[in-house]
């Protein structure tokens, strides 16, 4: 490999990882949404994968369900945490060209 392309090569990474730390910021404004029990159990979580919030419809509030009810956020937890990660993989992706780079989770 030339020196020319070499440099080229490195300039490229450069503005990759640019790009991906710009994105990385941005990915901790963007949330996503999840919910479980048909509406009843709703998640937000954001590209960091931080649960943002978990609304509780009171109506399924009932201590004789505390199980049911421990299940359905936990169901709604998971899907916005897969969620969430979609969306940072496919915007990984955009910037990498599909490209697996080492210590990236996508």
Not at 18 to 38: D, F
Not at 43 to 57: F, Y
Request: net charge negative.
């Amino acid at each position: 490999m030339s020196f020319g392309n070499m440099n080229k090569m490195i300039k490229q990474v450069q503005k990759m990882q640019a790009q991906m730390a710009k994105l990385q910021e941005e990915l901790g404004e963007r949330t996503v949404e999840a919910s479980a029990g048909g509406g009843v159990v709703q998640v937000t979580v954001n590209g960091r994968q931080e649960v943002l919030a978990i609304k509780i419809d009171p109506a399924v509030v009932d201590p004789g369900e505390v199980e049911m009810l421990q299940d359905l956020v936990l169901a709604a937890v998971n899907e916005a945490l897969r969620k969430s990660q979609e969306m940072v993989a496919t915007e990984m992706t955009k910037i990498t060209g599909g490209i697996k780079l080492p210590g990236m989770p996508f």
